[in-house]
């Protein structure tokens, strides 16, 4: 029996938070600028595009530092405007690192905004949450993370959406995957975290994945874990170097994304 074909897209728009717009991973044609798993499933998807005979026309209007509510405010609707036919949704980290958040209003406000995605024709690809258990301190929200999953999983369901799972990504408790501030990924972790992307939005499950595809679940060779007295160092160069900025910026109600603008705000053909 052949395999059924591809889904190919005709214009991907991210939004989101620091996650989309791909920091910590340098985009070496551009200095100063990331790029990101989202940058990285647009690539992917121009390629399938490409062997239909057409081009991806690509926006990422994300930016670092938002929480839900600012993204869905002044992101959603610009995305929409551009009409893409896949539309990938990634808030809500930034909220649930508040222990005052409320999950349950973020959900509904995430249903309001897929349930529009939807009706205006896009398909959307939402993010279930990393398992932060292996994160120092912010493994602390990683009840909130499961309580946002289960309505993730419940509102993708509702509208026919896509989840990329991140929460099954076992090979992200490796810290090779991380960035040093241990809230952001690698390049190598974004690398996978597209491949995921890619083989959901494709439509493409089990024996149909090809070794790609696969690598996203595939663990880096084993290295020598580090003594308890290296870790406890580790971690205490971690809290001074990016724990205690952040907590700053949350007294000062300051944001890393304050006076930022989206990198790539029109939908445009990929320069490969």
């Not at 499933?41 to 057409?54: N, Q, T």
């Not at 990504?169 to 952001?184: G, S, T």
Request: proline share 7%; aromatic share 6%.
């Amino acid at each position: 029996m052949d395999a059924a074909p591809l889904r190919t897209y005709r214009r991907y728009v991210a939004v989101g938070d620091s996650f989309s717009e791909g920091i910590d991973d340098p985009d070496p044609r551009t200095p100063g600028r990331h790029r990101g798993w989202a940058d990285r499933l647009a690539e992917l998807l121009d390629d399938d595009a490409r062997a239909a005979g057409r081009s991806l026309e690509y926006a990422n209007l994300a930016v670092r530092g938002k929480r839900m509510r600012e993204v869905l405010d002044e992101q959603l609707p610009r995305a929409l405007a551009l009409a893409p036919d896949l539309l990938s949704i990634s808030a809500g980290g930034n909220d649930i690192l508040r222990p005052s958040v409320d999950v349950d209003a973020l959900a509904t406000s995430l249903d309001d905004a897929v349930g529009t995605a939807r009706t205006a024709g896009a398909q959307v690809l939402l993010c279930a949450g990393f398992d932060p258990v292996g994160l120092p301190v912010v493994r602390m929200t990683r009840g909130r993370v499961a309580t946002f999953n289960l309505h993730v999983w419940r509102i993708a369901q509702r509208w026919d959406a896509l989840v990329l799972d991140l929460w099954s990504m076992r090979a992200l408790y490796d810290l090779r995957l991380w960035a040093p501030d241990r809230i952001h990924l690698a390049p190598q972790g974004h690398e996978r975290v597209a491949l995921l992307a890619a083989a959901t939005v494709r439509g493409l499950h089990g024996g149909e994945l090809g070794e790609a595809e696969r690598l996203w679940s595939t663990p880096l060779p084993p290295q020598p874990s580090p003594t308890r007295l290296a870790r406890a160092g580790q971690d205490a160069a971690w809290a001074r170097t990016h724990l205690a900025p952040w907590v700053r910026r949350r007294l000062e109600g300051r944001s890393s994304g304050d006076g930022l603008t989206a990198k790539r705000p029109d939908p445009l053909p990929l320069d490969r």
